[in-house]
Nanobody
């Protein structure tokens, strides 16, 4: 059974940084595209960033220049480095693995940006 386990969320002040990690098990990590999504209260889940199996990355406009997605295939792990955090970045962040018709999601990790 595929499992995605996120970590690294927490409370941070505006302007601060956090790094999220997502470790996958029971899948051919090198073949799948990985992504981070987020959902704030009352909002739909939205794309934050993705990285393909070849290493190409894509970012949502609100996070461009502040967030960086990366992957370590040897560790079956994808990261999201978040800098210059804003209160509007507050949300539950979810890890996603995608391959053709297959999708798997992590349980989510809370990120709260507040002074």
């Amino acid at each position: 059974q595929v499992q995605l386990v996120e970590s690294g969320g927490g409370l941070v002040q505006p302007g601060g940084s956090l790094r999220l990690s997502c470790t996958a098990s029971s899948l051919r990590f090198v073949l799948v595209d990985m992504g981070w999504y987020r959902q704030a209260p009352g909002n739909q889940r939205e794309l934050v960033a993705t990285v393909t199996s070849e290493g190409s990355s894509n970012y949502a406009d609100p996070v461009k220049g502040r967030f960086t997605i990366s992957r370590d295939n040897a560790k079956n792990t994808v990261y999201l480095q978040m800098n210059s955090l804003k209160p509007e970045d507050t949300a539950v962040y979810y890890c996603n693995a995608h391959f053709r018709a297959f999708d798997a999601w992590g349980q989510g990790t809370q990120v709260t940006v507040s002074s």
